[in-house]
Structures are given as structure tokens and as C-alpha cells.
T-cell receptor, first 110, second 112 residues
Framework: GNSVTQMEGPVTLSEEAFLTINCTYT??????LFWYVQYPGEGLQLLLKATKADDKGSNKGFEATYRKETTSFHLEKGSVQVSDSAVYFC?????????FGSGTQLTVLP | DTAVSQTPKYLVTQMGNDKSIKCEQN?????MYWYKQDSKKFLKIMFS???????INETVPNRFSPKSPDKAHLNLHINSLELGDSAVYFC???????????FGDGTRLSIL
């Protein structure tokens, strides 16, 4: 079946630090890949997406590249802010279903 | 002009009761979903409807029954609530299955 494995949290960083959250997947066919973000007390919001190999999704300073050879979609940001504190979910879509990773809690300290 | 709205936001009730959660989307999307998020933030799909037709029905107890009166609404009815049903339930919608989903703010269900 399809699955998404995310790096376990929580992750705590100082403001302006570099962020990487690892995500690898197992899927049949050619899934679309997503990162969603969930701020406290809110629903999930799409952060970025990539629909085919070597695509790079980017938004709000976050980036992730669809790597088919390593089945990965790692999330990166060069300089995090306190306002980036949230839970980040990697997800894949295939066979009419969106499958989420377990989420990674990020806390950014001033 | 909330895109995906769920009511109520909080639901506290006794074990054994029956309750419903409503969801409406004003985005004109064809596909709607219900997810359950447990205390460890793990998200699991429960149901998916496309134009009022059930297309995904994951392994959930049959105490959970979705109802879609029209393509803008997908309600979730839960019979005989149990302690293990305590969670946050999210409704979502998308134009088609492959497009990004838009989520509501969730309904936090607590069973006493």
C-alpha cells in the first residue's frame, strides 16, 4: 500500500536557523506530493506541491523537490521565523486517496 | 466567506449518545472528505464523496455514517459514541481528487 514516512519531531530551532524535515514515500504509480501546514487550533493548509519527478514546489520561503530516485520530498527553509511554528505534514495522492505522514511539530524560538 | 466550514467547533457529550457534525463548502468543489486526527496528530481518511456519491469508505465502525444531501454538504453522523471516538474531525474539499484539498478548522469531539 501507499505510505509516507516523516522525520519524527518535535523539532526546535532558533530563529533564522536552517530547516529540513525529511519525507520519504512508498507508492505505486506516479503520485503527486504535498506539504501541508497546521497552525494551532486550525485546519491544514496547503504549503506547496509537486506533481512529477524533479518538480520543485515553493511557497513562503519553503521548498521541496520531488525526487523519484530516492522517493523523497524533503521540506527546507533557509531561515525560519517564530511564525513558522506549526505541525508540518507530508502527503501523497494516488489512487483517489491522499495519504498523510505522521506530522512533524516545529517550534521556532526567538 | 469561509471556504470550508464545520459546525460545531467543539462537541462534548456522554458515551452512548448520537451526534452529528455538519460541513459545508462554498468553493464549488466536487469532492468532499472526512478525516479523523488523533491525539498524536495522526490523520486518517474516513470517507470521500464525489458529487454526492461515496467513493472512499475506509475501515471505520458502521456507527459512523456520512450523508451528502448535495455536493456542497457532507455531514457526519455518529451513533453510540465511545471513548475512543474522542478526536478532532476535519472536513475537506477539492475540485477533483488529485487537486489540493481545502480543510475546515476541525471539530474537537470529547466523550465523557
Amino acid at each position: 500500500g501507499n505510505s509516507v514516512t516523516q522525520m519524527e519531531g518535535p523539532v526546535t530551532l532558533s530563529e533564522e536557523a536552517f530547516l529540513t524535515i525529511n519525507c520519504t514515500y512508498t507508492a505505486t504509480g506516479y503520485p503527486s506530493l504535498f506539504w501541508y501546514v497546521q497552525y494551532p487550533g486550525e485546519g491544514l493548509q496547503l504549503l506547496l506541491k509537486a506533481t512529477k519527478a524533479d518538480d520543485k514546489g515553493s511557497n513562503k520561503g519553503f521548498e521541496a523537490t520531488y525526487r523519484k530516485e530516492t522517493t523523497s520530498f524533503h521540506l527546507e527553509k533557509g531561515s525560519v521565523q517564530v511564525s513558522d511554528s506549526a505541525v508540518y505534514f507530508c502527503a501523497l495522492y494516488t489512487a483517489r486517496q491522499l495519504t498523510f505522514g505522521s506530522g512533524t511539530q516545529l517550534t521556532v524560538l526567538p | 466567506d469561509t471556504a470550508v466550514s464545520q459546525t460545531p467547533k467543539y462537541l462534548v457529550t456522554q458515551m452512548g449518545n448520537d451526534k452529528s457534525i455538519k460541513c459545508e463548502q462554498n468553493l464549488g468543489h466536487d469532492t468532499m472528505y472526512w478525516y479523523k486526527q488523533d491525539s498524536k496528530k495522526f490523520l486518517k481518511i474516513m470517507f470521500s464523496y464525489n458529487n454526492k456519491e461515496l467513493i472512499i469508505n475506509e475501515t471505520v465502525p458502521n456507527r459512523f455514517s456520512p450523508k451528502s444531501p448535495d455536493k456542497a454538504h457532507l455531514n457526519l453522523h455518529i451513533n453510540s459514541l465511545e471513548l475512543g471516538d474522542s478526536a478532532v474531525y476535519f472536513c475537506a474539499s477539492s475540485p477533483t481528487g488529485s487537486q489540493p484539498q481545502h480543510f475546515g478548522d476541525g471539530t474537537r469531539l470529547s466523550i465523557l
